[in-house]
C-alpha cells in the first residue's frame, strides 16, 4: 500500500503542480508577448497539453479510484469518495468548458488571432484557476485520506 500511496501522491501531485504552473507563471509570461508570438505559444501549448494531459488526468483518477478500493473498510474511504468526486466533476467540467476552448486555441493560425480569441483565452484562463483550486481540494482530501 505504501507503494500506492506514492505513486498516487506523486502523480496528482504533480498534475496539480503542473496546473498551477501554467497558471501562475506561464499564462502571465503569454500575456506579456506579442499578439503573434503569444498566438503561436498558446496554440504550441493548447495542442502540447491537450495530448497530454487527459491522460494523466484519467491514471490520476484511476489511482484515486484503486486507493479507496483498497481503503473501502476503513475510516478514510469518505475522506477518498470525496476527492474522487471532486476529481471526476473536475474532469466533467473540464470536457465541458475548457476542451472546447482549449482546441479552438490549437488550431488557431497566429496570424488569426481576433480579439474574440483574446476574449476565449481569458475566459479558459479564469475557469482555468476555478479548476486548479478543485483539484488541490481533492489532492489535500486525498493527503488527509492516505494518513489516516
Known amino acids: 500500500m505504501t507503494l500506492l500511496n506514492v505513486v498516487t501522491v506523486v502523480c496528482i501531485g504533480l498534475l496539480v503542480g503542473t496546473e498551477f504552473a501554467v497558471s501562475a507563471f506561464v499564462n502571465p509570461v503569454l500575456w506579456k508577448l506579442d499578439g503573434h508570438a503569444r498566438a503561436g505559444a498558446v496554440r ?3 495542442r502540447d497539453l491537450g495530448f497530454v ?3 494523466w488526468y484519467a491514471g490520476s483518477f484511476v489511482f484515486m479510484i484503486v486507493e479507496t478500493i483498497v481503503r473501502w ?3 478514510a474511504v469518505t475522506m477518498l469518495i470525496v476527492a474522487g468526486a471532486i476529481w471526476a ?3 466533467v467540467l473540464t470536457l465541458v468548458f475548457l476542451v472546447p476552448i482549449n482546441n479552438q ?3 488557431i493560425e497566429p496570424d488569426a488571432w481576433t480579439e474574440q480569441t483574446l476574449r ?3 475566459k479558459w484562463d479564469a475557469r482555468h484557476r ?3 483550486a478543485a483539484l488541490a481540494a481533492s489532492w489535500v482530501c486525498l493527503l488527509l485520506a492516505i494518513q489516516v
Open 120 to 122: 476565449e483565452h481569458r
Open 73 to 75: 473498510h476503513s475510516p
Open 44 to 46: 504550441m501549448l493548447a
Open 105 to 107: 486555441m490549437a488550431r
Open 130 to 132: 476555478f479548476r486548479i
Open 89 to 91: 466533476a473536475v474532469i
Open 53 to 55: 494531459m487527459p491522460i
